[in-house]
């Protein structure tokens, strides 16, 4: 049964355009909103977290900042993901859905003109570079090939030298600069060759 049930999951992510990943607010983040999240990610879709149910919550401000955090703690791997605080029963901000959706698609579906993005990725090697045993790692070509979700492609000099941290740097700076709300973005990395005349 639950084979089937993460089956069905699996085929609605592949249709949807935007995933709407609804949580309980009385019970928290689980392990099946955990599961959920990590096939959305494995889908590249763009994402919008609705905590259902905040009707019945008190302490609204302070249960805000508590499910939040548990989110971001839970599932950090999607922590550009929006959340709503909504209620089925009362109609609370469930309108708000549908506006978020079509933010989040938008985003999910952003080119970044060649020369902002030039400029973006020479402000972040000149912010952060990255050195291993006395070897640099040297960024000599890059592009967004793709849209939808939005993927990157950096042509660097050494793939050895590219670490986890620095990706996770490139991304975070590429979505200071230009948002990308609610969609997950793809950075590949590859070796660069010099063209021989």
Known sequence: MQYLS????????????????????????????????????????????????????????EAAKYFTQQLRERMKFMSWAGILFISAKTGQRLDRIFSEAEIVFKQHCREIPAQELNEAVRDALAKKTYSSKGKTLKIKEFAQVSSKPPVFIFSVNDLDLVHFSYERFLENFLRERFGFYGTPIVLKFRKYYKEKN
Request: charged share 30%; no cysteine.
């Open 6 to 61: 993460a089956l069905s999951a699996s085929y609605a992510i592949s249709d949807a355009d935007v995933a709407v990943l609804v949580a309980d607010a009385s019970q928290g983040i689980g392990e099946t909103e955990v599961k959920i999240a990590r096939l959305l990610i494995e889908k590249r879709k763009p994402v919008i977290v609705a905590v259902n149910k905040w009707d019945l919550m008190q302490e609204k401000e």
